[in-house]
């Protein structure tokens, strides 16, 4: 055990003292980072037996306690107030009965149990010693839940008869490790892992089950338990719900599609919480008040039955709230679902249909001339509190690096990206170089010959600087100039906009270019990424 001890638990006024076991992905990312960012708590042990992990952990919290077992937290139990448990699932129950039987609450990361049995042995073991259990369910405050809810809760969908929910990746070669593994004492799979967060939400949305039926399949060479399942379940209120997880998806669905008597609502693409918080700073510093996200094509609208008009979404989502005790969602204060600071709408979006704005620009309208070489027709005017930071762009391309990139590499990432156009409906062009050569080149329904030019001048920017083109218009503008007064390249061949991103290989260096043209610039740049991140995390 080391570091350095907060004081005496229990004292009025002062932080409860979290234990926390468990620092990989959700103890890391998840649970240490929004314990230390809520008022009232303080994290003051992290167990892990990983040296690499127990380094991560005094990096970033440098007063916190290390342990390398759970018994060094449970033989100090009168020390602390709370035990986190976010290890393998298959501790989960024997971790949270000893915290139990030890006299200390906790909150157990999902599933909290491989079998309901053990559930409800669980929860009579913290009613006789009247202490609190609780499953983290975070995906109860992302945005488009939360939006959802405040829809439902409004009326403004009418009677809801069909809800769809959909959890899914395009991983056609499993990733291995204890979550892929086909021993049932592991419990592993998708069912157990994001089926946790689909079944929940619906739950909470609907009420309980009255029935239910479920798929659940094995399809990739090589996997171990299930990857693609569906589930549906009728509620006792009479909506039905459609549940979709799935690791063997090559076209990604809506993320929900809610079909009602008055009105429809239909939501494309992941809450950003989790990529915010793998990649960004602190929960604090990223959600605090007049926080806003930009959404992308498509990205949330709702649909009435004659006519189509945007739903805002609740734009940082609420995740930090989970561990201060504010209820569930929209019942807990603060500004409701829906609500963004400042009001108004977001730049480049319409009331009649989703917009994709300004083809080569990001930000108010602008007039799309056909002449590519009318760049300062096309300079933006950009709006900080939707763009990233220098630190976010560059942190980006040192993250996103091949060990190779093959021809085989560049027709599935373009046939990613494909996929990801046609779902959102974008009128986008796709072009992947390597080494002079080009590889791939797709254009989708509503692109034009100009979007072509503008990928090879964005393209030489990439080959020129060896950076993504959005991030050298970046630097530029964070000089107090722009790409086109400073850079003394001519406006026709070099275009510093959004879209075109290093191929990187490790070893190597940057050896090509992946280049998406036809939204606005930024929406450009994330889609971009967007692909990279799911190709890389095959």
């Known amino acids: 055990m080391t570091g350095t001890p907060l004081g005496t638990p229990g004292t009025p006024g002062s932080p409860l003292r979290v234990g926390l076991v468990g620092y990989g992905l959700a103890g890391s990312v998840f649970h240490a980072p ?24 005094r990096a970033e919290f440098p007063d916190v306690r290390l342990a390398a077992g759970p018994d060094e937290l449970f033989d100090r139990a009168a020390e602390l107030d709370l035990i986190v448990v976010a290890s393998p699932n298959k501790t989960h129950v024997p971790l949270a009965t000893a915290a139990l039987r030890a006299g200390l609450p906790v909150v157990v990361d999902k599933p909290v149990a491989g079998t309901a049995a053990e559930a409800r042995e669980l929860a009579a073991l913290a009613e006789e010693r009247g202490l609190l259990l609780s499953v983290f369910q975070n995906r109860r405050w992302d945005n488009d839940f939360l939006t959802l809810r405040k829809l439902l809760s409004e009326g403004e969908l009418g009677d809801v008869w069909r809800f ?34 689909v079944v929940d939400q619906a739950l909470v949305l609907f009420g309980p089950a009255a029935a239910v039926y479920a798929e659940s399949d094995i399809r990739r060479p090589g996997a171990e338990t299930d990857d693609d399942t569906f589930i549906a379940i009728t509620h006792t209120s009479g909506v ?39 990649d960004g700073p602190p929960p604090r510093a990223r959600l605090g008040r007049g926080a806003r996200v930009a959404v992308g094509p498509r990205g949330l609208r709702r649909v009435p039955g004659h006519g189509r008009r945007p739903a805002r979404t609740d734009p940082p989502g609420r995740l930090p709230r989970l561990l201060c005790g504010r209820g569930e969602g929209p019942a807990g204060g603060g500004p409701e679902p829906g609500d963004r600071p400042g009001g108004g709408r977001r730049p480049g979006r319409t009331g009649s249909r989703p917009s994709f704005g300004p083809r080569e620009g990001d930000g108010d309208p602008v007039t799309h001339k056909s002449n590519p070489s009318h760049s300062q027709e096309l300079t933006p005017k950009f709006h900080p509190e939707l763009t990233p930071s220098l ?3 560059e942190k980006e391309e040192r993250r996103l690096v091949f060990r190779q990139f093959t021809h085989d590499d560049a027709w599935e990432l373009g046939s990613l990206l494909v996929g990801m156009a046609r779902e959102r409906q974008a009128p986008v062009a796709i072009d992947i170089h390597r080494a002079g050569q080009q590889l791939f080149h797709a254009a989708l329904p509503g692109s034009t010959p100009d979007n072509d030019a503008w990928i090879a001048r964005k393209r030489r920017v990439v080959e020129r600087y060896g950076s993504a083109s ?7 503008r964070a000089k107090g100039t722009t790409f086109e007064e400073s850079s003394r390249l001519d406006p026709d061949t070099y275009a510093a906009h959004g879209g075109s991103f290093p191929i990187t290989v490790e070893g190597a260096g940057v050896i090509g270019t992946v280049t998406v043209s036809g939204l606005p610039q930024l929406q450009d740049h994330r889609f971009v990424v967007e692909a990279l991140e799911r190709f890389l995390d095959r």
Not at 165 to 187: C, L, N, V
Not at 242 to 249: E, G, I, K
Not at 264 to 270: A, D, E, I
């Open 164 to 197: 769809e929910s959909r959890f899914e990746r395009w991983r056609p070669k499993p990733k291995g490790g204890w979550r892929e593994s086909g021993d049932p004492a592991e419990i592993g799979g998708l069912l157990y892992d994001l089926g946790s967060h």
């Open 240 to 278: 039905r719900s459609h549940l979709y997880v799935s690791a063997t998806t090559a076209q990604l669905g809506p993320r929900f599609r809610v079909l009602g008597s008055a009105a429809g609502y239909v939501k494309y693409g992941l809450d950003p919480q989790e990529a915010a918080r793998r």
């Open 34 to 57: 929004l314990i230390a960012a809520t008022e009232g708590l303080a994290l003051d042990t992290v167990v892990t037996s990983n040296p690499e992990r127990q380094q991560q952990a």
């Open 470 to 476: 959005y991030l050298v218009g970046a630097r530029f």
């Open 391 to 393: 630190e976010e762009l």
